[in-house]
């Protein structure tokens, strides 16, 4: 098959989405498939041959490695030559217009959040992962929770906050602590702070400004750090990550030896299933399909606290659902290609 996979863009998370998708552009070359690697928002600029031939390029190793800090987005717009408003690069859609299907390995806004999903369903182009509008609402963190509120899945208690710096001070009085502050539609744990004090709070809120002031601010909950990833219709062995600083944060997520994870979690029967089955709800409920990772916190009473949903979980060196795939003997490249064979199905039904 012909496959491009859709990497990069201009996200706070394309340096996790570039190694992505170096590693699955490899994974799927491997098997004998044709497969180009581009970053989806600088494009082919640098590229002058037949479109075809892109195809056989070769893929850098650059982005196997993520970089601690998170890109700044002024200086990646900066060095586009092309200074287009589009988020597609110079191009990226006449190529993926060439592709049997578009294997998105695109993490958070530009990718995660179904724009890019809908341009692609105009334009008949088959992608990979969830639909549109399961995309859409499951990068809007209030919504999700607003959604799966009454289907007997815990969630902390929260509330959604649009603010300004003047703000700040009236949060800070009337918000209980501990807390965590985190952005409304961001991933990666960009931007998330746990506040367990008034003047800690007070910062982060201030901090919370450089992502738009768009945040939910969200009952914080002790527990055990679980995720469980879906693929199809089953639940993935779950995984414990217990950071060896701090929480599971950026850095914490993407530097080896950062975190330990273990997997399947080393948590009673009972707690497997448990976390397993809201997983599920919480999938089906948003009308997801193909694969998702769902994160929760397990309370010392085997109570597990839905925090979020992933439809485009990484897949980098250190990522989660490629773990807990190979704990039920699905390895890298079948992984992959269960995604491809999963998705062109969802396509195929309209989902």
Known sequence: MKIVVLAGGLSPER?????????????????????????????????????????????????KRVDPRAPDLAEVQAARKWQSPSLFGQGVLELCRLADIVFLALHGACGEDGRVQAALELLGIPYTGSGYLGSGI??????????IADLGVNTPSWKRVDYTEKDVDHLTSTTRVPCVIKPVDSGSSIGVAIAHTKKELHAALLEELKFGGRCVLE????????QVGVLGDKALPSIEI????????????????????????PIPPEWEKKVGQAALTVHQALGLSVYSRTDFIVDQEGTAWFLEINTLPGMTPTSLVPQEAAAVGIGYQDLCQRIIDESLAARKAGK
């Open 138 to 147: 499951a990068m809007d963190k209030d919504l999700t929770k607003r959604l």
């Open 242 to 265: 217990i950071p060896k600083t701090g929480f599971y944060d950026y850095e914490n997520k993407y530097q080896p030896g950062a975190a330990e994870e273990i997997c399947p979690a």
């Open 15 to 63: 340096n996790v989405s570039l190694s992505s998708g170096t590693l699955i552009a490899e994974a799927l070359r491997d098997m004998g498939h044709q497969a180009a690697l581009v970053d989806m928002y600088f494009g082919l600029e640098d590229y002058d041959g037949p479109l075809e031939d892109y195809f056989r390029a070769p893929i850098s190793d650059a982005g």
């Open 219 to 226: 009952q914080y909950v002790a527990g055990r750090e679980i």
